[in-house]
């Protein structure tokens, strides 16, 4: 069995950085430890920071949106997360009305097979509950699908149900936190009046929607004494999370990169440029950006992830007289890293260590990958990033591997960067360059082991 040995490299972990060698034979982590020697292909790697592979959690390939269904599918979605280092997503098998949950776990299984570049799991979606949907969850359970995501057309009691059986399993549960019916009214009275732009779109969903959905989830949540976890995108909607905690609540809550880095101002520019940062939810102010980071500062906050959800240009411009036909979503699984490297670390917002807990090896522990993913330990998989902290560069969508006409973050500059991404053992990603195309694998999953 071929054997790798990286010697000299820097390993960060959440517990800190030690210079340490690591020995892969095949596609495991053998050994981790100084002055290792072996028969081994020798990997020069001094200088270099060595991270475990990146794992986004939160990522929407070929995802419907305002009529429109996302442009990257796993063959390009993959392609591009492999390149910025993440070895894993996790992204949605999403339950049509009517359908069965094995029905929509199928699908995307036709979808992602033989067509991914890096390692991928599911999160559930549950559009609808009933005793059909209850009998199938030991099945998801048995098929590695262990995370589950509630739609606002859940009744507080259907979530409550939802949660209670979903605690008997070991499972965990997000949810889309707004206040739907509330967005819903904002949205009609907004176009009503003529305020139809990307700002509009902004101003339809508040950041006291999302608070209040947040409220009443974790109400729930409390009521059901089950573990959850929430997407927050505002500081109105962390206090949330905050209060909750103190009531004893067992939540986790993640963000997506957009909101630690852009704001709302960027909706007062003209359609062409506003559209493209239409997300949901909307970008926020940029004291929510500050409120967030020192979420992350303090370990208050558990995981950062892309929201992966490319739209082209030509899909967003359906909105162009209504904001709320403009498909929500943004590209970035392949910038997820170097931007947190570039605008948390070297910015002191975070440390490195926090960063590898947010990006690697929390998001394992969340969603039943931990120590498969998320850690460079022996026994797990041998998914190994190493990254010059010396190199930078520009984004452009013009070299992106995704398949989005624009990047919300074009002409962004960037520190560091990453050299070469091992899946498995194997060399897949080198400067840029997939090397080792579609050897993606489904993974099967635990419980969470936060």
């Not at 209850?134 to 009691?157: C, H, I, N, W, Y």
């Not at 403009?326 to 590209?331: K, S, V």
Request: charged letters at 25%; aromatic letters at 8%.
């Amino acid at each position: 069995m071929k054997k790798i040995l990286f010697k000299g490299g820097t390993l960060v972990s959440p517990r800190g950085t030690k210079r340490a060698d690591i020995l892969v034979s095949g596609e495991k982590i053998l050994a981790v430890g100084k002055r290792l020697s072996a028969d081994a292909q020798i990997i020069d790697v001094s200088g270099r920071l060595i991270f475990p592979g990146f794992v986004d959690a939160h990522t929407h390939f070929g995802a419907e949106s305002g009529g429109a269904v996302s442009v990257d599918r796993f063959r390009t979605g993959t392609a591009g997360a492999l390149a910025g280092g993440v070895t894993t997503v996790v992204d949605f098998a999403l339950q049509g009305a009517g359908e069965t949950l094995t029905d929509a776990l199928n699908n995307r299984h036709v979808d992602a097979f033989a067509n991914s570049d890096c390692d991928y799991a599911f999160h559930m979606t549950i559009h609808e509950w009933n005793e059909q949907v209850r009998r199938e969850l030991p099945a998801m359970f048995e098929q590695g699908v262990t995370s589950f995501k509630a739609m606002a057309s859940l009744s507080d009691g259907d979530l409550f149900e939802l949660m209670t059986e979903l605690k008997k399993h070991g499972g965990i549960v997000g949810f889309c936190c707004e206040d739907s019916a509330l967005t819903e009214k904002l949205t009609e009275l907004l176009i009503k009046r003529g305020e139809n732009s990307a700002a509009g779109y902004a101003k339809a969903h508040p950041d006291y929607a999302e608070a209040a959905g947040i409220n009443r989830f974790l109400s729930i949540a409390r009521a059901a004494q089950a573990p959850c976890i929430v997407m927050l995108s505002s500081a109105a909607g962390y206090e949330e999370v905050l209060r909750a905690r103190n009531n004893g609540v067992k939540v986790y809550a993640e963000t997506c990169v957009p909101y630690l880095l852009l704001d709302d101002s960027a909706y007062n520019a003209p359609f062409e440029k506003a559209a493209r940062f239409v997300c949901a939810p909307p970008l926020r102010k940029p004291e929510d950006k500050r409120v967030l980071w020192e979420g992350f500062k303090r370990d208050r906050l558990d995981a950062i992830s892309s929201g992966h959800c490319a739209f082209t240009m030509e899909q967003k411009r359906a909105g162009i007289e209504d904001f709320s036909r403009i498909p929500a979503g943004m590209p970035g699984t392949e910038e997820l890293a170097q931007l947190v490297y570039t605008y948390g670390v070297r910015k002191k917002r975070i440390s490195v260590q926090q960063m590898c807990a947010c990006l690697s090896e929390n998001p394992a522990r969340l969603y039943g990958l931990y120590p498969k993913k998320g850690a460079l330990k022996a026994g797990s998989d041998a998914d190994i990033i190493i990254f010059n902290p010396k190199a930078g560069g520009v984004i452009a969508a013009a070299k992106s591997h995704c398949a989005c006409d624009y990047s919300p973050y074009e002409g962004a500059r960037t520190e560091g960067g990453i050299e070469k991404v091992f899946l498995r053992g194997k060399l897949v990603c080198s400067n840029g360059e997939i090397t080792q195309p579609y050897i993606g694998r489904f993974i099967t999953r635990g419980k969470s082991g936060m």
